[in-house]
């Protein structure tokens, strides 16, 4: 069984090499390769972009009737991109680049336009000096200047140098920072002044507004503790008003003002008055809505005090004993009873 990678072929011994025939190509046979673009170039078709390095399935050929220096001159044909346009390019071994010649425009050559006129320009002078020794003569003496100007120039940068040479730069970047270091200092003096100015605006408005509001309110009297009022489940039940003591506070005795100019007297009645009569001589503990005083404490008349006016009852007072609250007739409310309150009062006055 033979091998199946065969390096080397069998020939025959009556070989001969010369009797096979041989194939004619023409010369300019073209060849399908792989390059990439090696310029940047823009199609006069549609005006596609295409970038250097992309790449492209190009056919080769030589170049009939062109040479340098016995080195062949390749030409390569592309398809443009977008609208499939041919483009064609070949080398130029001369320059060691290669030349666009339809199809396309080559861009960013603005470095090798400037190498061209250089180079042309050069050529020119040596033309003009071979011909022509006053030109050389003349391009001696601008060449000469040229140097003398430059020489200057030269030793002006020298002497900018050394004079900046002898500047002390840790000296005044310490100046710059001292003087950085001052300004912020004067800068929080600042601050510190405004903030102080501010403070004592603030707190003399306080002040001011605290004295303001001093001048408006007026002093309040604490409140003595109440004792409990025995008749206060009758006011609860009636929802009539008690009239003020001497215990009550002048708060209270406000309320029961306002309470009158707003309300009023329920009704006139003169047919009651006479249910009404002054106390004549009957502890008014009781009547007052209090408890009476227990034998070892001092009345208010003992301490020396003063004495509030005496109210009047609900009943009437015969013989020295307080009479039973007045009866309710059928029909009447608590609303009628204050009234009939009122009424006595009233009455009393008249009298």
């Keep these: ?62 170049v009939q009737n062109e040479s340098y220096l016995g080195l062949p001159i390749f030409r390569f044909y592309i398809k443009c991109t977008r609208c499939l346009a041919e483009i064609t390019f070949k080398t130029d071994p001369e320059n060691t680049d290669y030349t666009m010649e339809h199809g396309a425009t080559r861009n960013f050559q603005a470095e ?28 001696r003496t601008k060449d000469s200047k040229l140097e003398m100007e430059v020489l200057e120039n030269l030793q002006e940068l020298k002497d900018l140098n050394q004079r900046q040479a002898h500047v002390d730069f840790e000296a005044m970047l310490r100046q710059h920072r001292l003087s950085e270091e001052e300004r912020q200092r004067q800068e929080q003096e600042e601050d510190e002044r405004e903030m102080a100015a501010l403070v004592e605006e603030s707190r003399k408005r306080r002040l001011l507004e605290d004295s303001d509001s001093e001048e408006d309110t007026t002093p309040t009297q604490p ?25 009550q506070t002048p708060k209270a005795k406000r309320k029961a ?15 009651l008055s006479g249910l009404v009569v002054k106390k004549t001589g009957l502890d008014t503990s009781i009547l007052r809505g209090r408890a009476p005083p227990l034998p070892d404490e001092e009345t208010e008349a003992q301490r020396g005090g003063a004495t509030c006016p005496e109210p009047y009852s609900w009943g009437a007072m015969k013989n020295g004993q307080a009479a039973g609250p007045a009866p309710q007739t059928p029909g009447t409310s608590s609303l009628s009873q204050l009234g009939v309150y009122s009424d006595s009062e009233d009455s009393s006055g008249s009298n």
């Design 112 to 139: 090798k336009l400037l190498e061209e006129e250089e180079k042309r320009v050069q050529k020119e002078r040596e033309d003009e000096e071979l011909n022509n020794p006053m030109k050389v003569l003349e391009n």
């Design 223 to 247: 409140q003595p503790a109440l004792r409990p009022n025995p008749t206060a489940i009758l006011d609860e039940v009636s929802g009539a008003t008690r009239i003020p003591t001497c215990s």
């Design 1 to 62: 069984m033979s091998e199946r990678k065969v390096l080397n072929k069998y020939y025959p011994p009556d070989f001969d090499p010369s009797k096979i025939p041989k194939l004619k190509l023409p010369k300019d046979r073209q060849y399908v390769v792989r390059l990439m673009a090696p310029f940047n170039m823009r199609c006069k078709t549609c005006g596609e972009y295409i970038y250097k390095g992309k790449k492209f399935n190009a056919r080769k050929e030589t």
């Design 257 to 271: 003002e306002s309470w009158e100019r707003s309300v009023g007297t329920l009704g006139n009645r003169p047919q």
